[in-house]
Nanobody, 128 residues
């Protein structure tokens, strides 16, 4: 069974940092584009960051650029999201996603429909 399992969420004060992890099992995701999305209460799911299969290309939403860093460890079949300078507006459930079907295309991989595997999410709450 293919699974993506997020961890590392929690409660943090504004200005603090968290690192999210997404561990994949059931198949190797080393050839796949991976991404993080988030969904705040009452809002639609939104793109946060994406990374190519090699890790050589990344792309970020404007709201997190310069504060968040996406990375991957293919040997561990794991993707990370380092989040610094957190703001209350970053409060959301964060989801990991994988696209097993296509090569990295920045515009395509900013959209949720590009991804065919999703994790269950991990809650991040930033207090002011």
């Amino acid at each position: 069974q293919v699974q993506l399992v997020e961890s590392g969420g929690g409660l943090v004060r504004a200005g603090g940092s968290l690192t999210l992890s997404c561990a994949a099992s059931g198949r190797t995701f080393s050839s796949d584009v991976m991404a993080w999305f988030r969904q705040a209460p009452g809002k639609e799911r939104e793109f946060v960051a994406t990374i190519s299969s090699s890790g050589g290309r990344t792309y970020y939403a404007g709201s997190v650029k310069g504060r968040f860093t996406i990375s991957r460890d293919s040997a561990r079949n794991t993707v990370y999201l380092q989040m610094n300078s957190l703001e209350p507006e970053d409060t959301a459930v964060y989801y990991c996603a994988a696209d097993t079907r296509s090569a990295f295309l920045r515009n395509q991989h900013m959209g949720a429909p590009a991804y065919d595997y999703w994790g269950q999410g991990t809650q991040v709450t930033v207090s002011s």
